[in-house]
Each structure stands twice: as structure tokens, then as C-alpha cells.
């Protein structure tokens, strides 16, 4: 199969990206979005709380952006993994539906959003039970599946999510003993402590950090203490605190398993792909965007860059086109001046 | 009711139990496995170095020294014979002294005394091309190109399911507590339930003192329980150490190495600290700090970032020093395989040989099987997607379109794959079950995004509700309810 523009990813940054580019001129049969979950949307799908631009839900903007791109025409691809990426551009992907399908694109674009960081960088002692899980995880069981993956929490890290995830337990009912960041301030804006935590009485303790967790079988309690200024445990406020699961945020990185087997360089400060201005990576014509080429601070921005790369993947195109025509051309005449002698 | 006969029962499915099952099942005779975990290689099997040694680090003349060489010149037939991921990717001790270069002169006097072959003393220039990460003050190295690496519980699964393909019946959550004699045979009790065998074979790790005063019998040594903790770094970082790396070892043991693993991953550890509880598998942090170190000593620059989890394994040390493998004086017919500290993974398909011997001895009659499996399962050897040619993915997909479902992203896992390993002979009904045989969550997210994928399909091919999947036993649901 050949296509002209593949995006990788139906998260908001890849409908923006796809609606950019067919608005700069990409005619929309020759964009193909690709995406591996059973729904297009990407993480907007588990945000049932708002926020999202004109304080939309996170679940009505992605609807919003999935209108307007099947709207014109985009060609969008539910249950399709793309398995890898070649520097010739060519896509290995897997669907159920379709099988296993070469795609060569013109050119690609790298919308695969981000992974939360897992807990090993946080080195807690104690053993490995069960209650122990992201903050994605825990939104995603009880936003998309209904079922509480603890009744008495404890809340580590201070992204947004830590926050949102920490209101959402306490309006199912459940109980959430405090939210603890190791660091001296939260990582997300100040503004969420004042809309998820201080309206449910939920504790925000800064320079605190889980230190052991209890339990074999199923968590059964956790320490947390205090941290001095180098980062390390003060003994003596250590702290014993019963709980049924722990919930961790500790930050996110670009989802960039693609992009490094397919060679390109990945930043090690940002751990993304390195780019140009236009984001165009160390392969020429593949372009990275969103949470996959950099953790954004909200989705205004990420929806900002996007609309950017829709554009610039569309002026290379209109490039890429005219040096054919061009090349063609010269061709033409010179094979018609060869015909002449 | 008639409690069920068997000709064997091994207690204990590590790699000790797990192996002994799998030789035996080319015999025809009725073997039984009983297990106290809810799956396979619940004990020091489950983790641990993941080394096959090549054999220098034991004593001349024990029975360590030559279980090691044997077992480690077997684990390639086997691992092929079953599709179980191992490589001969060599071993180096370095040195940073000059009594360190002695130590390692005696090392390899010693494994050449112990039947190793290749071993080499290596000099700085040789190593540095070897190894360009190593630090800069490692002289020399005692390389041993026949070690290798293997994952340990990946072995134990496809030996347990082998032999339970050739008949083998496991039986999990059945911790022993009682044996009775009743004429020939030995009734083997957990609780309520019984089954009964001429023959037992005591595989039972850290526990194999306690199986021993169920008979009466007393071991003559001592099992001390010995915690090792271990990191696991992103396969980013897996190009680390081509080789397992250890430092010169002193009174305290092998020390702490820096090795790649079979799955692409570095793997950092163990230290060696005596603990109260045997089933104390939990990480600390000073622990990890002293592993840390540790590994700095091997690699200067390693990225300790990228850590992506740290775990820790029990070891069987027994106060002899020495494996201990005989049938019980007092009661016959009642094999002991006891003390199995390392290199008891790399041991492993000698260790089970030696047990045959015994059984022979001791008056099992052992014929050849007529209709035998020599694969993983009776459909081969159950390879996963990730592992698979590209001709091989297409005809998986064609024929299952579940192995187009991706299921972790970051360790390549699709449904179908894990589909397969609910349904092979020893189920994989837990989350964890289905996270060691397919991989599933073991990477770079540690499973945020697929555990509960993999909840999902346990639920609905074993037809329960969500919230009733466990992690790994009985006491550990994912989940606590609906919400409001
Ligand atoms: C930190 C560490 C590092 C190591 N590194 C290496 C290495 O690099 N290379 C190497 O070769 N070896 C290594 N080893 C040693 C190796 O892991 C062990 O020798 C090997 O796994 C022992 O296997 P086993 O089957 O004898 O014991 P186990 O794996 O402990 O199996 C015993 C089983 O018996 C079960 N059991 C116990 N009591 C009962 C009961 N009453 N009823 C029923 N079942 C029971 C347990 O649940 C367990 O599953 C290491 C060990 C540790 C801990």
C-alpha cells in the first residue's frame, strides 16, 4: 500500500496534525491516521474531567477532533500497531482486521503521545504486591472500566494526573490519606492542588516521599518520610501509614520505541527525537509531534505545535512534488533534445 | 476416597523439581510435582543472576564443581530442544591488582581442575575491546567463554511443560505439611488433600529442611536464608556489558556483577545479606545503594537513571558449603536434593541427572517411553510473537488475527500470545503467570499500560469477572470493587 501522509497516533496531537496538513493542502484520501487502541482519541479517551481548551472534557474534544477529521475526508485506522518504521519510510503494521501490511508513505508523522515513568525510578523498598499502579492505570480502570483499584490510597508524584486521579478516588468513595511529592513544589500548576485536593480535604505534602511499602500479597500499608534538602530520608519522621493501594505519577517520556529502531536520534534531555524547526526528525520526512516529540505543559500547546507540523509536513510535500515535476521536466527535455539529434 | 498413586512425587517446582520432571517424563512412569506457589519457579528460581556459570568458582571434588560443568555444557541441547532463550555471551572476572591477578591465576588452576575449557587471563588492552565500559582500573580479567546467560524461569516453564505434555500432574497451592507412610508408599498431605508415591524427591529450596523433619530426618547442615537485590535497567542501557562481569571474589562471595540478560535488558546485583524470613523478597534501600556501588566498581558511568525495577531472590545457602543430593538414610526411597544455593540454575540439568541415578539406585524401574514430546507442548514450542520471522508473523496472523492485537507496546506482546499461555498445559491465570511467559509488563512502563489489558483477556477466556483476577496469589486482586 502507498500513502502520502501517514500519522502514527489519533491523539489529539495526530487529528490536529491531520487536519492541519488537509487544511495546508494535503488532499485528506491521502492522509492516513493510524492508531492501535479499539477507539481513535488517544489518552483524551480516559480525561473525563474538563479543562481541555474551551474547558471542554477530554472525551468531548477528542469526539470534536474525530468529527472534523473523518469530516473531510481523513482516512482514519482503528486496532493498527505499527510494529516499525524504516528510514525509507516504510511502515510494518499489524491489524486484525487487515493483517500484517507494508505501507509506504511520502511522509510520516511520529503522534505517539508518552509513557508514564515507571516506578523503578522511584527505588521503593519492600516487596512487589498487588495495589501498587500508575496514575494512568488507575484512571483508566476506573474511568473506562468502572472498578476502584483501592479504597484507601496513597498518592505519590504531583503531576496533573496525581491530582485529578486523587479527586476522582474521593467522588467514587473512596478515601485518599495524602498526596506526597519529593521534590520542594508540584510539578503541575499550583492551580490543581486548588481545584482536586483543597475542595476533598486531601493533604498535599511537599518533601515527602514513600519510602516502603508493606505487604506481600496485597499492599497493606506504606512509610512515607520526610526528605531533607539533598533528597535524602530524615529517619526520624518516618511514618507508617495503612492504605490499600498506592497510586505513582513520577512524570511521563516520549513514547519513542519506533523512532529509535527506526535510528533516529533521540535527545537525551528531552528523551525525544531531535528536530529541526519545522520538527522534522534526523530522517528526512518524518516529522514528530505532540508528547511524542516533547512533554508538553497542556494540551493548548500541544494542539498548537501540531496545527505547526500539519502545516510544515504540508509545505514538504508541496516540495517534495515540485522537485519531482522539476526533475521530470528536465527529463523531458532532455530526452526531447536527444530526440532532436 | 482413594488417594491418588504415583510412582514419583517431587516437592518443589523451582529449577531443581521442575528439570528432575522433565527428565523423568522420557520414562514411563507416573510422576507428580506439588508446589506450594501458585505457579512454577516460586522460589530462588524465580530471581535470581540468571547466570549459567561456566564452573571455576567451585571447590575442587565437590559436588558443586561437577554439577556445574556438566549442567552448563547441557543448558544449550535443552534450551534448543525447548526454545528457551539463552546465550553463550562468556563471563570475565576482572582484577584490579596484582593479588586480585593471583586470586584469578588460583580461579582458573581451579576450573581446569573442574573440567572448564577456554579459560583465559585477559590484560587490560584485550579487555577494554571487550568490555569499553568497564572502568578504567580493571588490569586483567579471567574470561570464560563457555559461561552464558538463560532466563531462569523461562527454563523452569518449558521443562514443567514438557513433562506435564509427557504426563507430568502439577499440583499448585499445595504446601506440604504431613507424610505418612502407608506400606510402600508415602503419603504426601497439604491440608485436606493427599496423593501418594514409592518414591519422593525433596526439591523444596529454602525449604528443604522442613520437608526433611516432616520424615523424621535431619539434614546435616543448615539452610541460612541469604537475600540477594537486584535492578533492572531499560534495554536502552542494554549494550552496558557485553559479558557478565563480576569483580575478584573474596570471603563474602561471587560480589556484585554487571550483566546483559537474554531479553536485552542490563541486569545489576545481587548482594548477599542473611535474612530472618525465607520468604523475605522485598528490596531496601540501603540494599540498593550497596548494589549501586557495586556496579560503579565494574562500570563507572553506568546509567542507574534508566532503572525500570529492582527486585530480590532468597538464596538455599546450606552452613556445608556443598550441594547435598542422597537418599534418606532413614527412609528409602526418599531423595533429598537440598542446599541447591548457586550455581544451582546453571546445575540444574546435571543436578536432575544425579537424582535419576539415585531413583535407579534406589530401585525405580525407568524404561523409555514409547510416545514421547519433545517439544515445549504438544504444538511445539510456543514461540512468541516478538521472537517470530516476519513469514512467521503473517502465517500466526493469518491463522489467529488475536496476534495482530498488540497488547504491551513496549515489550511487543500481542494477544494472541497471551491467549496462548492461558491455555497451555500449566494455565497462566494470573496476571504475573502471564507476565513471565510472554513477557507482558515487563518493560519499560512496568505494565501501566497493559496490565490491565491482560486482566481484561484472563477474565473473559476464563470466563470470570475482572475483579476477580489476580496479580499472583490468592490474597493479591488487581482490583477492590465497583466504583460508586
Ligand atoms: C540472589 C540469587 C542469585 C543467584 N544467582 C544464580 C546464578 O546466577 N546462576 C545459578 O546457576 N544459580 C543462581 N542462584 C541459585 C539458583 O537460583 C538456585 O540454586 C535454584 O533456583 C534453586 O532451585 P530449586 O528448585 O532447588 O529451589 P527453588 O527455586 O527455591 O524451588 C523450591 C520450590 O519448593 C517450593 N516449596 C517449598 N516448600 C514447600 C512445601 N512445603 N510444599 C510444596 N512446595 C514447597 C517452593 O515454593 C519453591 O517453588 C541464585 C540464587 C539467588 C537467590
Redesign the interface.
Known amino acids: 500500500m502507498k500513502k502520502k501522509l501517514v500519522i502514527i497516533g489519533s491523539g489529539p496531537s495526530g487529528l490536529v496534525c491531520g487536519i492541519s496538513a488537509a487544511k495546508n493542502g494535503v488532499e485528506p484520501k491521502d492522509i492516513l491516521i493510524l492508531e492501535r487502541e479499539k477507539e481513535l482519541g488517544g489518552t483524551l479517551n480516559q480525561c473525563i474531567h474538563n479543562g481541555f481548551m474551551e474547558n471542554l472534557t477530554g472525551t468531548e474534544l477528542a469526539s470534536n477532533l474525530i468529527k472534523a477529521a473523518k469530516g473531510m475526508g481523513i482516512e482514519c485506522m482503528t486496532n493498527a500497531c505499527v510494529l516499525s518504521l524504516s528510514k525509507d519510510k516504510v511502515l510494518t503494521v499489524i491489524s486484525p482486521e487487515s493483517g500484517y501490511l507494508k505501507i509506504q508513505a511520502e511522509a510520516v508523522i511520529l503522534a505517539t503521545g508518552c509513557r508514564e515513568q515507571s516506578r523503578g525510578v522511584l527505588s521503593i523498598g519492600g516487596a512487589r504486591p498487588a495495589g501498587v499502579l500508575s496514575a494512568g492505570a488507575a484512571q483508566r480502570y476506573i474511568n473506562l472500566k468502572g472498578y476502584m483499584p483501592g479504597r484507601k490510597t496513597v498518592v505519590v508524584g504531583s503531576t496533573e494526573i496525581a491530582f485529578i486521579i486523587a479527586r476522582r478516588i474521593k467522588i467514587e468513595g473512596g478515601t485518599v490519606i495524602c498526596v506526597c511529592e519529593p521534590k520542594g513544589a508540584p510539578l503541575a500548576d499550583k492551580k490543581y492542588i486548588k481545584e482536586c485536593l483543597t475542595p476533598f480535604n486531601i493533604p498535599f505534602r511537599t518533601m515527602h516521599n514513600v519510602t516502603k511499602i508493606y505487604g506481600k500479597e496485597r499492599i497493606e500499608a506504606v512509610e512515607i518520610c520526610q526528605l531533607d534538602k539533598k533528597g535524602k530520608p530524615i529517619k526520624k519522621t518516618k511514618e507508617k501509614i495503612e492504605c490499600d493501594s498506592l497510586v505513582y505519577s513520577c512524570g511521563y517520556t516520549p513514547d519513542v520505541d519506533i523512532a529509535i529502531e527506526a535510528g533516529m536520534v533521540i535527545k537525551r534531555d528531552t528523551k525525544g527525537p531531535r528536530t529541526k524547526r519545522n520538527n522534522e526528525t534526523t530522517i528526512s520526512g518524518v516529522f514528530a509531534s505532540g508528547n511524542a516529540h516533547i512533554i508538553h505543559k497542556s494540551i493548548d500547546k500541544i494542539i498548537k505545535e501540531s496545527a505547526g507540523v500539519g502545516i510544515n509536513v504540508a509545505k514538504f510535500l508541496q516540495r517534495q512534488a515540485n522537485e519531482l515535476k522539476e526533475k521530470e521536466n528536465e527529463d523531458s527535455a532532455h530526452n526531447d533534445s536527444e530526440d532532436k539529434e | 476416597m482413594s488417594t491418588k498413586a504415583y510412582d514419583v512425587v517431587i516437592i518443589g517446582a523451582g529449577i531443581t523439581g521442575t528439570m528432575t520432571a522433565f527428565q523423568l517424563a522420557k520414562y514411563s512412569i507416573k510422576t507428580a510435582v506439588v508446589e506450594a506457589g501458585i505457579d512454577v519457579a516460586s522460589g530462588s528460581t524465580r530471581a535470581n543472576s540468571a547466570i549459567v556459570h561456566a564452573g571455576y568458582d567451585a571447590k575442587e571434588g565437590t559436588l558443586k564443581a561437577l554439577l556445574n560443568v556438566k549442567g552448563c555444557e547441557m543448558m544449550s541441547q535443552i534450551t534448543t530442544q525447548l526454545g528457551v532463550h539463552y546465550k553463550k555471551c562468556g563471563s570475565l572476572v576482572i582484577g584490579f591488582n596484582n593479588r586480585d591477578l593471583e586470586e584469578l591465576e588460583r580461579l582458573k588452576t581451579r576450573g581446569e581442575t573442574n573440567g572448564v575449557k577456554g579459560l583465559r587471563i585477559i590484560k587490560r588492552a584485550e579487555l577494554a575491546k571487550m568490555e569499553p565500559n568497564v572502568s578504567k582500573d580493571a588490569k586483567f580479567a579471567l574470561y570464560a567463554p563457555s559461561a552464558g546467560i538463560v532466563c531462569p524461569y523461562d527454563l523452569a516453564y518449558a521443562v514443567a511443560e514438557n513433562s506435564a505434555s509427557n504426563g507430568t500432574d502439577y499440583y499448585f497451592e499445595y504446601k506440604v505439611d504431613k507424610i505418612e507412610r502407608d506400606g510402600e508408599y508415602y503419603v504426601v498431605c497439604s491440608e485436606d488433600k493427599a496423593i501418594k508415591a514409592k518414591y519422593v524427591i525433596n526439591a523444596a529450596g529454602c525449604y528443604a529442611d522442613e520437608i526433611a523433619k516432616l520424615i523424621n530426618d535431619d539434614l546435616p547442615f543448615e539452610i541460612i536464608p541469604r537475600r540477594g537485590e537486584y535492578?533492572?535497567l531499560d534495554k536502552?542501557e542494554g549494550k552496558t556489558a557485553k559479558h557478565t562481569i563480576f569483580v575478584t571474589p573474596n570471603e563474602k562471595g561471587k560480589g556484585i556483577l554487571v550483566s546483559p540478560t537474554v531479553d536485552g535488558n542490563t541486569i545489576v546485583g545481587p548482594n548477599a545479606n542473611i535474612v530472618d524470613s525465607k520468604?523475605d523478597?522485598?528490596?531496601?534501600?540501603e540494599?540498593?545503594d550497596e548494589i549501586a556501588n557495586g556496579a560503579r566498581r565494574i562500570v563507572p558511568q553506568i546509567n542507574l537513571?534508566a532503572?525500570?525495577?529492582?527486585?530480590a531472590g532468597v538464596r538455599p545457602t546450606p552452613t556445608s558449603g556443598d550441594f547435598y543430593i542422597q537418599e534418606s538414610e532413614k527412609c528409602k526411597g526418599f531423595i533429598h536434593a537440598a542446599g541447591i544455593e548457586s550455581p544451582g540454575l546453571a546445575s540444574a540439568p546435571a543436578v536432575s541427572e544425579y537424582v535419576i541415578d539415585i531413583l535407579k539406585k534406589a530401585g525405580a524401574k525407568l524404561n523409555k517411553k514409547r510416545k514421547y514430546i519433545a517439544t515445549r507442548t504438544k504444538d511445539g514450542n510456543c514461540k512468541l510473537f516478538y521472537d517470530m520471522t516476519?513469514a512467521e508473523?503473517?502465517k500466526a496472523?493469518?491463522e489467529d488475527?488475536?496476534?495482530?492485537?498488540?497488547v504491551c507496546?513496549?515489550e511487543?506482546v500481542?494477544e494472541g500470545d497471551v491467549v496462548n499461555a492461558i491455555h497451555r498445559p500449566i494455565s497462566a491465570h494470573t496476571v504475573d503467570m502471564v507476565k513471565r511467559r510472554t513477557r507482558a509488563g515487563m518493560g519499560?512502563?512496568?505494565?501501566?499500560?497493559c496490565?490491565?489489558k491482560v486482566a481484561e483477556i484472563i477474565a473473559r477466556e476464563l470466563n470470570i469477572d475482572?475483579?476477580e483476577v489476580?496479580?499472583?496469589?490468592?490474597?493479591?486482586?488487581?482490583?477492590?470493587?465497583?466504583?460508586?
Not at chain 2, 532503572?307 to 527486585?311: E, L, N, S
Not at chain 2, 488475527?401 to 498488540?406: D, E, G, K, L, Q
Not at chain 2, 489476580?470 to 460508586?484: D, H, I, P, Q, V
Request: glycine share 8%.
Open positions: 535492578m533492572l536502552c520468604a523478597t522485598g528490596v531496601t534501600e540494599g540498593l537513571k532503572v525500570i525495577t529492582t527486585f516476519e508473523r503473517r496472523i493469518k488475527p488475536r496476534y495482530a492485537i498488540m507496546r513496549c511487543t500481542t519499560r512502563c512496568q505494565g501501566s499500560h496490565r490491565e475482572i475483579s489476580l496479580k499472583f496469589s490468592s490474597n493479591s486482586k488487581l482490583l477492590m470493587g465497583k466504583t460508586k
